[in-house]
């Protein structure tokens, strides 16, 4: 029906539907008696009056008394949060798709032609703005570029950069001419970069000034043909901005998108976190990746003013970017992250909208700047990426009680989030409920049985949306997705009795010392309750008595101090066992992996090297 009727609908009807979608994807969550988006799509075909169909067609939210949660029939709230439980499996309701169509670059094409004067981005250093008709404009003559360059399905494009204005434009780019967008973090090493371009052995690559070079060297060795593009300037290779005025503007002007005539083409090629080994090739296609853009977390809105600093190297980041365009919010585009600064932005533009990782929570929480800015604009926070304390998220919670703030747990290899909380959450440290389309069973790891409320086992997920498996990596994928469909997430997690799902850890970090079973992240939970420590995490130190003993890698806040004893005494209120056997060390930062996460697999190899001495 979208691809069909797209075509008759005139801008302001395309301009509702998308708003019609945002909230519709909040209360789907919650909600099983809701209008369908699909009803709502014959509202704007067959409503002469706009205004009207969206005073119809609003959503009223169904209250459940807290008060009552404990008699309540749990059939009847599963019904009003979206989800049903059979044979131990939570499955979220599959209400239709947002998007009926692959053919995702003429969606984006069609909405940024559709508003040429909507400013869609604002630079916050230089106030400097981009509307849609220079969007247009840019990734037209990129994606003209590209195709006389020969790339085409399932070619490779890939982008390595950090949030920069122009980062934008090859990716849609790439989404006109139907090959595959592949987002590379900006500061890579040689190392990496050579195993990264040997995986995905990409025709074109854009790339900051400060990779080039070692790009250019990772394809050399590898004897990989690759086109290396600047954003900026080098003197060795050719930048973008040469490339987009090699264009006439007659080409732009006729220019067509290519069709995705193949669903299962590949749209998107992501690389897995790294915190446990080298990085993989996460594969969505066109199908998979156009019906997920829409149906990410809780959506922003028209009028929203967005905010968010993870790197365009997150799947996060690319819904995002793609969402703000379909759904025609702005975006305050800012490259690093600081906290005061984050304040000062959301006092100036007015923000209603900010994405930030739980790290940076614990960070807000040490400044305490919100103290001193007036941020009330701020109507919404999401927040994700790692598993959060719960007294850490009541005191970010307590620091902006005007604004709703909303975590969930996903994974790229499902193609985004699996659930998300919602305001009748019971838990602030709760993942959520599980959203439409996903189903979740927690798995007993001895006997494979699916495991009942409150009973903790490895996390399964299941999604038609999910991900076609590891690039060039069968034997990755075989080990991820078992013979019927489930992805095993490698966490440990459980839900309650009215389905709210929880993250207890990450299987793989389970330490034992001597007969114990030690979970890093209750440690690291009693280490960041401590004013001085900003960034923890704990590893096993190797003994040869005692198997593994539980040490902590430490980042202090800014101007503060606290002593090895202090931790150690700190970590035993949970137990002798529990203490930090292995002591603790100090360091200025705690290293990340490109995805922003503590990269753990570091950190264990300088453990092991301290064990040697």
Known sequence: MYEKSAVLLDNEKI???????????????????????????????????????ANRSTPVPVKINKKKLQTMDHENIYKRVGFTIEDNIVKGYPKPYCMKTHNLGQVILDVLSSNPHHVSQIESETGKQTTFAEMRDSSIRCALWLQKQGISSNDVVSICTDNQPDAYIPELATFYVGAAHNPWHHDVALKSARHLIQLVRPKVMFTCENAADTLAEAAELEGIDTKIVVFGKHSSFESLSDVMKQQQTEEVENFR???????????????????????????????????????????????????????????????????????????????????EETCRL???????????????????????????????SLKLIQTGGSKINREV?????????????LQGYGMCELGGTATMQTEKRKRVDSGGFVIEHVQVKMVDLTTGEALG?????????????????????PEATKETIDEDGWIHSGDKAYYDEDGEVFIVERLKQVMKFRAYHISPSEIEAVLLSHPAVMEVAVVPLPHELDGERPMAFVAKAPGSEVTEDELIELSATLGEYKKLWGGVKFLEELP??????????????????LAKK
Not at 598 to 607: D, F, N, R, S
């Open 15 to 53: 301009q509702y539907l998308f708003q019609v979608i945002c909230r519709d994807f909040y209360y789907s969550c919650m909600h099983s008696n809701e209008r369908t988006i699909l009803d709502r799509f014959n509202d704007v075909q067959t409503s002469t009056d706009t205004t009207e169909a």
């Open 592 to 609: 990340h992996t490109p995805s922003g996460k503590i990269a753990k697999v570091e950190l264990i190899e300088m453990a092991k090297a």
């Open 393 to 405: 998220f009541e005191e970010f919670q307590n620091s902006i009680p005007h604004t709703l703030i």
């Open 257 to 339: 998108v290519k069709a995705v005539e193949n669903p299962d083409d590949v749209a998107l090629i992501v690389f897995s976190s790294g915190s446990s080994g080298l990085p993989k090739g996460i594969v969505h296609s066109y199908n998979t990746f156009s019906k997920n853009i829409l149906r990410f977390a809780r959506l922003p809105e028209k009028s929203d003013v967005m905010l968010w600093y993870t790197s365009p190297y997150w799947l996060t980041a690319v819904y995002f970017t793609l969402q703000l365009y379909l759904l025609q919010s702005t975006r305050i585009l800012h490259a690093k992250f600081d906290p």
């Open 453 to 473: 409320p409150n009973q903790s086992g490895e996390l399964y997920c299941k999604s038609p949306t999910m991900m076609l498996g590891y690039y060039r990596n």
């Open 346 to 376: 959301i006092e100036k533009y007015k923000i209603t909208w900010m994405f930030i990782t739980t790290d940076m929570i614990n960070v807000f929480n040490k400044s305490e700047v919100f103290k001193k800015h007036k941020v009330e």
